[in-house]
C-alpha cells in the first residue's frame, strides 16, 4: 500500500467504527481485524501505519465525528505531512478544499464533562497505556515472575505488580503460557486488593466476566475456600474456564445469572459470604486510554441506564453479605453518578451498613470510596468503596 492508500484505508475503517458505535456495533479492534482479514495484499507495515492513523483520529476526537474523513481531515489539519496525502491519486483520499471542516479536538465530549469527579484531570484520559501484569501466587511470586521481563518495573503499593512499555508482547512470553502472570491493570489488582480476602472465605464476584478480578481473588485466597463467579452473559464466564486453568485456581466456580432474575440463582448463598465483590457494568469513562471510541458510544440515555443497573445489582448484592462480612462495590468509570453518588444513594437505601476507609496507598479518597485515575495515579480510571455489615 502506497502512504496514501493507507489513509484512505483508516477513513474507510474509521466510517465503519462511526457507525458501530452509533449502532452499538462490534468494538474498532474487532472491525481493524476484519478489515485486514479481507486484504491479506495488507504488510505488517500497512497494518501498523493504517492502525495508527485510525487511533490518532480516534483519540483526537472528543464528540462522534459525521464520517471517516471528517476524522481524518481534522488530524491533517494539524499534521501537514499527512495532509499532503490527500492527493487524489489512485486510491488515495480526494484533495482536502480550503474551507473543509474537519472534526473538531476535544477529550470529553460536552455534555459529559460537568458529570466527571471534580478531581479527575480530564485531559490525562487518553494519555497512552502501559501493560501491567500481575505476578500469580498460586504459582510464582513478583521476584521468580521479573526474569521473565527485564524490562519490567515494579508498582509502587503492590507487590505483585510489574510495568512493562505499551504494546508489549505478554501472550507470547513463557512466563504467561504457564500461568506465572496476568495481564491485569494496577488500579484492578488495586482493587482487588481491597477486597480483603483471605483462605478459607466464601467470596462472590459477581459481575465477573472473563474473570480478571476473580483470578486475583483466587491468588489472595490461595486456593482454599470457596470463590463463585457469577455474571449474565454466558460468553463471557466462559472465557474464565481456560484462564483459570492455567492460573492454577481450578476451585473456583461459575455460576449463570438470569439478567433480571438473579436472586434465584443466588438464593442459596444469602448471608453466607464474607466479601461480595459488585464490578458493576459502567460507562468505562475510566478506561479510554485503551478504547478511545467508547467516548462515542456514550449517550445520556446510556447512562442512565447504567447508573439504574448498578443500583439494582448493589440492592441485589446486599442480602448476599454475612454479618459483619464486606460488601466491595467498583466501577472503572469517573462519573460521580456512578461513584460517589451511587455509593450514597445506596446507603440512603438501606440501614446496617458503615463505609469503611481503604488505606491502598493510591488514590484519593472521595465521597465515601477512592477515586484513581491517570493522572494522579497512573493507573485506568476507577471508583471504589468497601462497605461493611455492620447489623
Known amino acids: 500500500m502506497t502512504p496514501a492508500a493507507r489513509v484512505q484505508a483508516a477513513i474507510e475503517l474509521l466510517d465503519a467504527i462511526i457507525a458501530s458505535a452509533r449502532d452499538g456495533g462490534p468494538a474498532a479492534d474487532t472491525l481493524i481485524a476484519r478489515y485486514f482479514k479481507e486484504r491479506r495484499y495488507a504488510g505488517s507495515r500497512d497494518r501498523r501505519a493504517v492502525r495508527d492513523h485510525v487511533y490518532d483520529a480516534v483519540r483526537r476526537v472528543a464528540e462522534r465525528p459525521d464520517n471517516g474523513r471528517a476524522a481524518m481531515v481534522g488530524l491533517a489539519r494539524e499534521r501537514p505531512e499527512l495532509a499532503a496525502l490527500f492527493d487524489g491519486s489512485a486510491h488515495a483520499p480526494a484533495p482536502i478544499s480550503s474551507d473543509e471542516q474537519g472534526a473538531e479536538a476535544g477529550v470529553v465530549p460536552g455534555w459529559l464533562k460537568p458529570l466527571f469527579a471534580a478531581p479527575v484531570e480530564q485531559e490525562k484520559l487518553l494519555g497512552r497505556a502501559p501493560v ?206 456512578e461513584g460517589a453518588g451511587q455509593v450514597q444513594a445506596f446507603l440512603d437505601r438501606h440501614d446496617g451498613w458503615a463505609a469503611e476507609d481503604v488505606s491502598t496507598g493510591a488514590g484519593r479518597a472521595h465521597g465515601q470510596g477512592r477515586l484513581l485515575t491517570p493522572g494522579h495515579d497512573a493507573t485506568d480510571g476507577f471508583y471504589f468503596a468497601r462497605l461493611r455489615a455492620v447489623a
Open 132 to 337: 501491567d501484569l500481575r505476578a500469580n501466587r498460586l504459582k510464582a511470586a513478583a521476584a521468580e515472575v521479573a526474569p521473565f521481563f527485564p524490562e519490567a518495573e515494579p508498582v509502587e503499593g503492590l507487590p505483585d505488580a510489574l510495568r512493562l512499555p505499551e504494546g508489549w508482547p505478554v501472550e507470547q512470553s513463557e512466563a504467561w503460557k504457564q500461568g506465572l502472570v496476568e495481564v491485569q491493570d494496577a488500579g484492578s489488582q488495586l482493587i482487588s486488593a481491597a477486597c480483603g480476602v483471605a483462605p478459607g472465605m466464601t467470596v462472590v464476584d459477581l459481575c465477573a466476566g472473563a474473570g480478571g478480578k476473580t483470578l486475583a481473588l483466587a491468588a489472595a485466597m490461595q486456593g482454599q475456600g470457596r470463590l463463585i463467579a457469577a455474571d449474565t452473559i454466558r460468553s463471557r464466564l466462559a472465557r474464565l474456564n481456560p484462564r483459570a486453568e492455567r492460573a492454577g485456581a481450578t476451585f473456583i466456580e461459575t455460576l449463570l445469572l438470569d439478567q433480571g432474575h438473579e436472586e434465584r440463582a443466588l438464593e442459596s448463598l444469602g448471608g453466607r459470604a464474607d466479601v461480595v465483590l459488585v464490578d458493576a457494568p459502567c460507562s468505562g469513562t475510566g478506561t479510554w486510554r485503551r478504547n478511545p471510541e467508547a467516548r462515542w458510544r456514550l449517550t445520556p440515555a446510556r447512562l442512565d441506564r447504567l447508573v439504574g443497573e448498578q443500583a439494582r445489582i448493589l440492592d441485589f448484592a446486599a442480602p448476599l453479605v454475612a454479618p459483619g462480612g464486606v460488601l466491595v462495590y467498583a466501577t472503572c468509570a469517573l462519573t460521580d453518578r
